[in-house]
């Protein structure tokens, strides 16, 4: 599959803080899904953008779609401890199978 | 809230033994997904299903994988041999009609001795 680049690989932050991740690609992707991974469970679909350009918020989530098709980023507003976990984006390009990048680990501090 | 559900949560077995993971994916779903997360890396797509045939494979989807859907509502991936590189979680998802969005299962852990 095509490589998705996603960064920063982890961030360490205060609570309250906002925090910024993104996804890059070298080739087009026609839907890009957010999700939030805890440890030993499944992927949980945060956000998911169809159209380029598109943004797309929920609850204290925020993510775009790049106008290129290349790359997306999400957004977390006011972080809670709660949102400590491993957050993945994924593309789909073509067909439907998902595309994922390697995960941005994110610790938020009381 | 429908859920995707898999059985079961962890599975052991020995080099060159056969074991099939279940899956119950979401009642009004039409496309059914197994992905794969060797530890500590990311999620790996393996094979797609719609209209009780395989759509999609990966690379890592060799002959020595199937699927099936026996009945209505279980989705199954069958590895024939296992082998110690098969250790991993492996995600079942589903996808509803006219949609994008996949929702996965909680998981099966499985450690190959």
């Known amino acids: 599959g095509q490589q998705l680049n996603q960064s920063p690989q982890s961030m360490f932050i205060q609570e309250g803080e906002d925090v910024s991740m993104n996804c890059t690609s070298s080739?087009?992707?026609?839907?890009w899904l957010w999700y939030k991974q805890d440890p030993g469970e499944g992927p949980v679909l945060l956000i998911a953008?169809?159209?380029?350009?598109e943004l797309t918020s929920n609850g204290r989530l925020t993510a775009q779609f790049g106008i290129t098709r290349k790359d997306s980023f999400l957004n977390i507003s006011a972080s809670i401890p709660s949102d400590v976990g491993i957050y993945f984006c994924?593309?789909?390009?073509?067909?439907?199978?998902?595309?994922f990048g390697k995960g941005t680990s994110l610790l938020v501090t009381p | 809230e429908p859920e995707v559900t898999q059985t079961p949560s962890h599975q052991v077995t020995q080099m060159g033994q056969e074991v099939i993971l279940r899956c119950v994916p979401i009642?009004?779903?039409?496309?059914f997904y197994w992905y794969r997360q060797i530890l500590g890396q990311k999620v790996e797509f393996l094979v797609s299903?719609?209209?009780?045939?395989?759509?999609?494979k990966s690379e890592i989807f060799d002959d020595q994988f199937s699927v099936e859907r026996p009945d209505g509502s279980n989705f199954t991936l069958k590895i024939r041999s296992t082998k110690l590189e098969d250790s991993a979680m492996y995600f079942c998802?589903?996808?509803?009609?006219?949609?994008?969005?996949?929702?996965f299962g909680p998981g099966t852990r499985l450690t190959v001795t």
């Open positions: 994924a593309g789909q390009d073509s067909g439907y199978a998902l595309n």
């Open positions: 080739s087009i992707f026609n839907t």
């Open positions: 953008l169809y159209k380029a350009g």
């Open positions: 009642s009004n779903h039409l496309y």
């Open positions: 299903f719609y209209n009780n045939e395989i759509s999609e």
């Open positions: 998802a589903s996808q509803g009609p006219g949609a994008y969005e996949q929702y």
